[in-house]
């Protein structure tokens, strides 16, 4: 039982590249989530998704997209990279309901440059 | 959308020494968790607390969810316990999930 996994742990990328974040959980979890972490800041989220073809965005969507086609993976796409996003992105992922705990992957470091 | 803040920012300690940190949010909330992440950046769940009062082993957690506030007690820390400590809300139907401003905790021998 790997748990949520992303890929991959490191990136850098040159301003206007772009590339996918992947995520996947093995947990059978129907909630996933997208968070980015700036250096010293909290998390703040981007996009989260319900279930396979449900997404819905967060506080910073803007610069990313999501798309849900199982309910194992949640790839995070950046098109057109800026330095205002190189950051830590971490997925979450959890069951449905009100008492269950949320599950992160171990992150991906992004350097825009 | 919801506020969550939690003081203090940051905090220093000897190590033995005891601590509370504080997690406020601005609307109701369906769930709150807290957080730990370590200085190597994971992120591991302490406590799911809605309401009441949770203990495990150094750490207890208090939630009163009418005024609005959670409250994690650390006892006896250890250097082990340094990193940012978040506290998690959900709202919007348990669907959202909004981490507050995060403490820094670094404990000192």
């Known amino acids: 039982n790997a748990g949520v996994t992303q890929t991959p742990k490191f990136r850098i990328l040159k301003i206007g590249q772009s590339m996918t974040l992947q995520c996947a959980q093995d947990?059978?979890?129907?909630?996933m989530y997208w968070y980015r972490q700036d250096p010293g800041m909290g998390l703040k989220l981007i996009y989260y998704s319900v279930g396979a073809g449900i997404t819905d965005k967060g506080e910073v969507p803007n610069g990313y997209n999501v798309s849900r086609s199982t309910t194992e993976d949640f790839p995070l796409r950046l098109e057109l990279a800026a330095p205002s996003q190189t950051s830590v992105y971490f997925c979450?992922?959890?069951?449905?309901?009100?008492?269950?705990?949320?599950?992160f992957g171990s992150g991906t470091q992004l350097s825009v440059l | 959308g919801i506020q969550v803040e939690q003081s203090p920012p940051d905090l220093i300690l000897q190590e033995g020494a005891n601590s509370t940190l504080r997690c406020n949010f601005s609307?109701?909330?369906?769930?709150l968790q807290w957080f730990h992440q370590n200085p190597w950046g994971q992120l591991i769940n302490l406590f799911y607390?809605?309401?009441g009062t949770k203990q495990n082993g150094r750490l207890s957690a208090t939630t009163v969810a009418t005024e609005r506030y959670s409250l994690l007690y650390i006892s006896s820390s250890q250097t082990t316990d340094s990193g940012v400590y978040f506290c998690?809300?959900?709202?919007?139907?348990?669907?959202?999930?909004?981490f507050g401003t995060g403490t820094k905790l670094q404990v000192i021998p």
């Open positions: 947990m059978n979890h129907n909630y």
């Open positions: 607390i809605p309401s």
């Open positions: 979450a992922s959890r069951l449905q309901g009100a008492g269950e705990k949320l599950f």
């Open positions: 609307d109701s909330v369906n769930n």
């Open positions: 998690a809300v959900h709202s919007g139907g348990y669907q959202k999930v909004t």
